[in-house]
């Protein structure tokens, strides 16, 4: 087919505003499906996988298409809830326009807002459908004036009598203007014309009305994003990076010239193995042939090339610019890869997703399940980038983190039905840190006798804080203060030994211990039963006990956070991360955003994701990163020191 009659369309907006009904009402409506499914049924083309069949909503991407008035038109639903907001950014990059949904009753919602901002950096060209508008409680008009106002002023009803959209597209270009400001009009064909560009630029956003359970306005739609979205050739050029340092350059979409295509996601099927789905931005590649990853600088084999409707595909010998395919059992590509029939290096600027908001720790319920972990975790994180794992040296825990708890509690449920593969959760515990605060010194002899040779180490040990409160870094200092000879050279190194073995385990509460300037004073020896492992034991006794009695502090992790959201909620924020012993370190203005600053000790935050959801009805974001230590209150010390005694119990 030729390019210019493709279209690449992501239908993008906030849970449950009708997305996945559209979707089939457009199948429908082109006579590709000759039943309309229902989501409430379970039986709609892209709500497919069982866990969207029995939630009613959609938690993957789905890739559609349809054959309309011979124009190809690949659709592509998303979820619309944030924690499956990693689905929508994936597919927004490989879009050349978007169908924006907003429900008519309930207008513009949280997710509308995010992935508008989106299709905003990418200058992607879209369509605004107004959903249900002829269902009891809805307000269409009202829905129209707030998309005008918190999204764009530029948004327009489809009216080619309406003076607004004449007005509207005269301004998109000056001549034009000048010419409707003399004549007073435009004439039909003159203003359509007009109107594509103007869309193609994201200077015009038009706006249908209309009902996807009833097919209200869908014809139109299908219509107008063959009249007037861009076909793969004019989304305009990718920003790629070779081999050579410097600016990224453009890559152009063209039927012509060497091939390359960008692989945007991975997802395991039970049946067909890896899929990888790739956008091809330039040229044709074949089924069954070689190419290059371009990305990883490694041959790669294309095997078959497949075009999903749903859950169904077909077999395609060719994929061409602005097609969408799944490639089978690639060996060495991944997400962000290029492929390319071309040996040059080439990266495509990564698709960047939001960082992990809520963690839990996990454990394998059984000793099978242990073994089947670590690639059910694997390939989970491959299909989904917002999913992270990793295992905490510390505390010995497999930590995984996700956008939200419905997120985890998902994708959990999926490795037990796909993987069969059983965890437990828990709580993540916290890195805590010990220190001291003043000077102590304590004296122990290790002596043993057991018949033939004994053993025998004695170690007089000062500890103190090392100056500063830099708590940041594992730092100690070893000084050897013996004169004399009380204890030999050579077993200064075991009393070492001893010391850093402590620092590790701690004292208080099994963490670490920091900052501390450890001097051995005195001590003694025996000329036989004197060993490595005699003063090695000695060092650790007389560190023990000088700890104890020189003040010990346990040190609590404090993060920066840094919480993204509108003005109004910010009172309320602010109270919260006060309740949460956070220091409230500044505000700023960001857009349309406040941006509040605090440091909150990490223990206080294990909720805060599902807590500032609550607060701002979803409308707020944050990111964290560790800023310091510092000394824990005494309630908390309490807390954590009895915690530690309770697990030396079991």
Not at 136 to 161: C, H, M, R, T, Y
Not at 162 to 189: C, F
Not at 461 to 467: A, D, F, G, N, S
Request: charged share 25%; proline share 4%; hydrophobic share 35%.
């Amino acid at each position: 087919m030729d390019t210019s009659a493709k279209r690449n369309v992501v239908i993008v907006g906030h849970g449950q505003c009708g997305k996945t009904t559209l979707s089939e009402s457009m199948l429908f409506s082109a006579k590709i499906i000759s039943r309309k499914g229902e989501v409430a049924q379970g039986n709609t083309v892209s709500d497919f996988n069982e866990d969207e069949r029995v939630r009613k909503f959609s938690i993957n991407a789905s890739y559609m298409h349809a054959d309309y008035n011979a124009h190809k038109i690949q659709i592509i639903d998303t979820p619309g809830y944030a924690d499956f907001i990693g689905e929508a950014i994936a597919t927004i990059r490989v879009a050349d326009c978007a169908v924006v949904v907003v429900d008519a009753i309930n207008g513009i919602e949280v997710v509308t807002d995010e992935v508008w901002q989106m299709l905003d950096n990418l200058s992607i060209p879209r369509i605004i459908f107004i959903n249900k508008v002829d269902k009891e409680g809805a307000k269409p008009q009202e829905v129209l004036s707030d998309i005008k106002s918190q999204l764009s002023k530029n948004a327009v009803l489809i009216d080619f009598s309406s003076s607004e959209l004449i007005e509207s597209v005269a301004e998109s270009d000056d001549a034009l203007l000048e010419k409707y400001l003399d004549k007073g009009t435009l004439d039909t064909d003159e203003l359509k014309s007009a109107l594509r560009k103007a869309v193609l630029q994201s200077k015009v956003f038009p706006v249908i009305m209309g009902n996807a359970l009833t097919d209200k306005g869908v014809k139109e739609l299908l219509d107008y994003i063959i009249a007037y979205m861009p076909n793969p050739l004019e989304r305009g050029p990718y920003k790629i990076k070779g081999d050579h340092e410097g600016e990224a350059e453009d890559l152009l979409p063209s039927e012509a010239g060497p091939f390359y295509g960008y692989i945007f996601k991975i997802i395991y099927d039970s049946h067909l193995g890896q899929l990888a789905f790739m956008k091809v931005l330039k040229g044709s590649c074949a089924a069954n042939s070689d190419c290059f990853n371009a990305t990883k600088n490694s041959k790669e084999h294309i095997g078959i090339i497949s075009l999903f409707q749903g859950k169904d595909h077909t077999n395609m010998e060719k994929a061409s610019v602005g097609d969408i395919v799944a490639l089978t059992k690639l060996k060495n590509t991944s997400v962000n890869d290029v492929l390319s029939s071309d040996k040059a290096k080439i990266e495509l600027s990564g698709i960047v997703y939001p960082e992990p908001s809520i963690s839990a720790s996990v454990k394998p319920k059984t000793r099978s399940d242990e073994e089947k972990i670590g690639n059910a975790l694997h390939k989970l994180c491959e299909e989904d980038l917002t999913f992270k794992v990793n295992r905490n040296v510390e505390t010995k825990e497999l930590i995984i983190s996700g956008i939200g708890d419905l997120h985890i509690k998902i994708l959990l449920e999926r490795m037990k039905v796909r993987y069969n593969v059983e965890v437990e959760t828990g709580k993540p515990k916290v890195t805590y840190r010990e220190t001291i605060s003043k000077k102590a010194r304590y004296r122990h002899k290790y002596k043993k006798q057991s018949g033939g040779r004994g053993q025998y180490g004695d170690v007089d040990l000062e500890v103190e804080p090392l100056p500063g409160t830099d708590y940041t870094k594992t730092q100690y200092e070893f000084v050897n203060a013996i004169f004399g000879g009380a204890i030999p050279r050579n077993f200064i190194p075991s009393i070492e030994k001893g010391v850093k073995q402590t620092l590790e385990e701690g004292v208080l509460a099994g963490y670490p211990l920091y900052n501390v300037k450890v001097t051995v004073v005195d001590g003694s020896y025996h000329d036989v039963d004197s060993s490595d492992i005699a003063f090695q034991i000695a060092s650790i006794m007389a560190m023990k006990e000088a700890v104890k009695t020189a003040g010990p502090i346990i040190l609590e992790p404090i993060m920066e956070v840094s919480v993204v959201t509108t003005g109004e909620f910010i009172g309320q924020i602010s109270g919260d991360m006060s309740s949460r012993r956070g220091r409230i370190m500044g505000q700023e203005s960001r857009g349309k955003k406040e941006v509040l600053k605090a440091h909150v000790p990490l223990s206080e935050l294990y909720t805060y994701a599902n807590d500032l959801r609550s607060i701002t009805g979803g409308r707020g974001s944050y990111t964290m990163k560790f800023y310091h230590y510092e000394p824990a209150p005494m309630k908390v010390t309490e807390h954590v020191i009895a915690e530690y005694k309770e697990s030396k119990k079991e």
